[in-house]
């Protein structure tokens, strides 16, 4: 447990405490804890169904918890509504990439960005593209695309856009559910690379199941079974887990590399 | 007191009519989504089957039943094999749609029967009526409660027991896969409207007992069927079956209290009431999904 | 020039010509297709680009239309008298509801306010707690329903079912004069261009694009900071004022209203105009809105008993075979002649 | 088995498949490969039927299916996982895996216990809505519910996205196993190297719609179609 | 030049009238049929040779069943078609709507049913019942029959409302109690509540201003509740023969209606006026009173021109005043002052067969008071 152990702990971002998750009697989340701390790149894995992405639901609101609080900054997000949750800082991506279709990919961005306008500026028209949307598109490789309408985008492309819409909104806390799965190899590189340097300007939560991504880019992990945290530690010491092994890696190939 | 009381038997009869005119939206609105305002006139054409077949024989009511499901359903074949099939995923377009199909139904009738109403004799066994709690209940309505019931539960053996109704299921929640599943998605989607119809026409053979049978007949019914699917939840039958029952007590005793012009007035504040509490009827099924 | 600038040139020049050349009677009509066309482009605003399928757009045409014939009636019935229906229907003092209607200032602002807060209400209840697509539709429709009730119900505060009629003055205006019916038509042009203009910069606004944003992924828009249920009940009461204004506008252009034009098959009728120019596209709405009513006249002149018909088969075979419209079948045969096809590729 | 020649497909007025061809035969694997949007998944949704080829020819077992509808394709014997995790969200995962077997010509229940042996996680899950499931939970009934119409041909599109590792290596298991021992044919588009490399016999890479390499599982070491791949 | 009543319509050897009815909507089932009557009439009088030896045109529109389309169709027969005259209207919504068209043009329409009354436009001849000639005969008749506690029925439109209003003060000054007093929307269906209200208060009668489809749910509604005619009669003041076959006969038979013609009114003019009507429109149809009332109209607006010797519109009102017929339901006559019509009144009781036989009439026709101001007990109403 690294984070623990540090002589001077920096102020944790976001805290969740004792939460709970209740689906008609099915406890998604059970008496978690969890822990980022500001300016930390945090992966989080764990089986199909320990509960990762119900608690990134948590956090920005989709989910209401049946006990269990969340801090970010030291403010409850428990209660708040979505869209207040994003105004504190907190973005996230969806595990399946959810863009407007009907709206161009420069149009989704813009709408990324604008949201802390007031609504009187929101009445004007959107003239030309904004820095942040600018390098969104070019770090998200949809500068060719950027007049298109999103419905046209690839899986893959989408997944894309999804990260840019998340690059513009600026958040202190990004949540991505699994940003690099449908990518090719290359295209994952190159998400890792964009990850790292988000990171170092911001927070980051990561939901991964790509093991190789993993080891590259992952600083501390933490590893979820069954709506709890079963390890939390580096790349190394989860591996080696045998119990992380037993429900998440599988025998055989935990450490296979190719 | 007593006429307290005796509205008892009545809230109930306001519901059998209620969910017999939304049953059918089960399926075609509830399943399929589709906002079907010819619902109505799919009633009408039932009404319409009592009428023509009235002194054909001597039991030309209870025939009049099934020949009503097998008139309305075919109509309600055709209008999914023609025209509502290019509409999926469009809900609203299809309440449009629907209504432009409701309007030239309804001058069809009028050409066909001329626009007075006409007269369906009832048969003598549904005339009287027997005494409830101090209330002479008549027949007809008994008559009602009883085929209310007999279609709810044939609904929901089909639902949640036949391999059909999980089928229609299946293709409704995602067509693209159904296909990929290896059902036959287009007969699926008529036989689901054939279903949703034809429970209009029954609906349309029962109503002759207690209401008119005109062109516009469809026109009466249509905005509550709705509601009562709406207050129940999307799909659901036993929210549409307690929406019913809840409306119909309600339409009951609120008439009985105060008036009927306010009386659906202050049930159409309750529902919007109602929605604040469950935003999508009675009972939802929860979805992770993002719409 | 773009086509679009020319063929709004081209309309401007012909509403303008309208007055000197058509018969006060068809003026009259066309007047009256204007004050839909506004409301057409209300429509337009919550159907089209925000997803708000609203059947109940008669209730704001009556809000507005009632609010004016209230002052309407008042000024008529000068400050002892009553207003015609209420002697009849018994009443013998004006009602408390009646007296602020005496003041124009009050009347006008009544017109946009009455109509702009029941929408921005009634919207934020709804949309508040997520109801929305067909939810919305069928309620908007069961308002629609309940409303023309209760206005029923009320006769000596409405006039009940035969609503208000009966106004010979507008403003200074002589209603009964060809010339006073003029300047109402230049009113109602006037107003429809204004409410298009204020539209169109809308719907070109990041406030449009976040609009359409909300219709098609109402719940991904919270998830970039905003409040959809905002968004969708400012655009709501937007288009309700302007059925509002249409309503005010309809009453001293047709001399009456009543809650015959406020029920669930007006309200739908509304749509129609909106279906068949095509929803997407505001000039679409307008010409359609302009072009159904005209049938509707033509048609009822000519050929009373099929108007169902064809009104039912005009709609379907729109729906069926341009979803998007005129405005959408303009739109693909430029394409074809114009512009490249696209071919995606990445 | 499956062979498919000149094909272009288009969405609307998009074209997305330029004169794609490819040969998959009886009791191959072929993995196809390519960036994001080249058209992988497009090219499959032509053969399952959903979009009909603007020009070209499939045929399966020698029979032109280019016309057939996608239900009568499942039928004759081909399966299609779609890509992202795509179940019927309001039934149960067992009713789930019920209408699918409906659908079969065999209707052999014990086909529903065979997925299950597969995807054992699926078992605690049975009477859970499929909509309710977390994303690899999906995936797998997806899978499992393509394996029960018993396929001689299956196309699987991603089959890997969100799974974890371990259930990963049983989907391969799995894979292998029916490839090896029961003859299945299988039409895989992947994004795992390692994944494919381990399975497939042969690969066919794609990019801007068209075919651009095609050859056996040995030269995908090849640097070329690393580099195809490459951005 | 736009002058439109003015010798009006009549050019060359024609003259045009307008008819105006809902052909469509809610209200056509009932308006069509006065179209139809209005017709034959038109068609009678120019099979004996028109008016002032021209021919009469039917122009004929549709008000759509929506009030605002009466005002604009009226002003398109004037103003464009330059009709002579306009026959039409049903519901008195669409007459109050089109009033001010006919007043700012004076222009004249002829207005075929019965109605509440409490109105009188120059412009305006009104050929069906004002409330004394239709609702006070129908009162007087019930508390000749002894009832004394009344129930009253009725939709929630000015019609309906206005008579209850005169109902009421009849009952208060007769000493006659009234138990309820209940509206429902047009249209409505679900009577189960109502019929329960009538069955627990126990009235000798029942008196009917329900319209349209609702009588038809109301009657077969208010029959398996085992409330009878026998105990409890209803008097209905919108049910004719048309409205019976909807009904069905069975389940009204035995109940009152009040009109002022019926199709087995025995006079020679009917008995040509039913054969003519089943000659025209086929043996099916029946005749009723507002149908009649329309046919009444176009014959006697033909003799006021006979009169006037023209069509112009002053001319033609002010020979109106004193002109009779011999119509299907007896004398009739204009009454100059107000433009109503005298009318025999008639409480009918309906047969099992569908027909309605006539079992009380005034002795002669009634003079017409649509402000009732010949009745003491109303002198609160107006
Ligand atoms: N609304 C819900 N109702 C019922 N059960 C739910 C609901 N949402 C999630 N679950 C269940 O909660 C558990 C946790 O789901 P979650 O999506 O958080 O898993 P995950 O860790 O993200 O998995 P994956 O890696 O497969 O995406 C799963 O078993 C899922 O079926
Ligand atoms: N529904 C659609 N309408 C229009 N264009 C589409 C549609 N779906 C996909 N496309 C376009 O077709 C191209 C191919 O898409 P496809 O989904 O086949 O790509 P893919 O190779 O499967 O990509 P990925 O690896 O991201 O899944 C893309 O450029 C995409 O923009
Ligand atoms: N005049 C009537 N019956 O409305
Ligand atoms: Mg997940
Ligand atoms: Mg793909």
Redesign the interface.
Known sequence: MTGVGSPTPPAALLEVRGLRVV?DG?AAIDGLDFTVEEGELRFL??????G???LI?VV??LTKPAAGSVRFGGRELVGR???HI??LGV??T???A??????TVV??L???D????P?R??????RGVSDAVASALEAA?LT??AD?PAG??????R??LEIG?LLV?RPKLLLLD?PV???????RE?TGELLHRIASTHTVVVVE?D?EFLRRYARKVTVMHQGHVLREGSVAEVQEDPRVRE????????KAV? | MGALANQLPIGLSIAAVLLLIALGLTFTFGQMGVINMAHGEFIMAGAYTAFLLQGVTSQSFLIALPVAFAVAGLMGLLLEWSLIRRFYGRPLDTLLLTWGVSLVLQQLARDLFGAPNVQVTAPGWLVGGVDVLGLRLPYNRVFIIGLAVVCVVGVWLYLTRLPAGRRMRAVVQNRELAAYSGIATGRVDRFTFLLGSGLAGVAGVALTLVGPVGPSLGTFYIVDAFLVVVAGGLGQLRGAVLAAVALGFLNGYLEFWTDASLAKVLVFVAIIAFLQVRPQGMFVLKGRALV | MTWGRISLVVCVVLLALAPLTLSPFRLGLLAKYLCFAIVAVGIALAWGQGGMLTLGQGVFFGLGGYAMAMYLKLEEAGSAGLPDFMVWSGVEELPALWKPFGNPVFALAAVVLVPGLVAFLLGLLVFRQRVRGAYFAILSQALAAAFVILLVGQQGLTGGTNGMTNFTGFFGLDLTDPNGQRAVYAIAALVLGVLFLVAKLLVRSRFGRLLVAVRDGEDRVRFLGYDPALVKTITFTVSAVMAGLAGALFVPVVGIISPAMLGIVPSLELLVGVAVGGRFVLAGAIAGAIAVNYAKTLFSEDFAEGWLYLQGGLFVLVLVFAPKGLAGVVESVRERFGRKPVEVTA | MLSVSGVDAAYGRARVLFGVGLEVPAGSLVCVMGRNGVGKTTLLKTVMGTLTPTAGRITFDGRDITRLATHQRVRAGMAYVPQGHVSFPQLTVWENLQVTLEATAHREPAAVDEALDVFPALRQLLKRPAGLLSGGQRQQLAIARALITRPRLLLLDEPTEGIQPSVIDEIEAAIERLHREAGLTVLLVEQYLDFALRLADSFVVMDAGEVVRAGAAEELHDEEVRRMLAV | VDEPGGGAGASGDEIKVGILHSLSGTMAISEVTVRDAELLAVEEINAKGGVLGKKLVPVTEDGASDWPTFAEKAQKLISQDKVATVFGGWTSASRKAMLPVFERNKALLWYPVQYEGLESSPYIFYTGATTNQQIVPALDYLAAQGKKKMFLVGSDYVFPRTANKIIKAYAAAKGIEVLGEEYTPLGHTEYSTLVNKIADAKPDAVFNTLNGDSNVAFFKQLRGSGITPQTTPVVSVSVAEEEVKGIGPENVAGHLVAWNYYQTTTTPANDAFVKAFKAKYGADKVTSDPMEAGYNAVYLWAEAVKKAGTTEVEAVRKAAGGITIEAPEGTTTIDGDNQHVAKTARIGLVQADGQIKEVWSSPGPIKPDPYLRSYDWAGGLS
């Open positions: 689906f099915f894995i764990g089986p199909n169904g320990a990762k992405t119900t639901d920005t609101g509504r979505e869209h994003v105004r973005g996230r969806f595990q399946t959810t863009v407007f279709e009907e709206l149009e989704n813009d709408l990324a604008s949201f802390r306008l609504l500026s929101l009445l004007r028209r959107r490789d060719a695309l298109k046209v985008l690839s899986h893959g492309q997944q894309w819409m909104q699994e799965a449908g990518m090719s190899r290359s295209e190159r199941h093991m429900v998440y890696l599988g025998r055989a190939k935990g190719t």
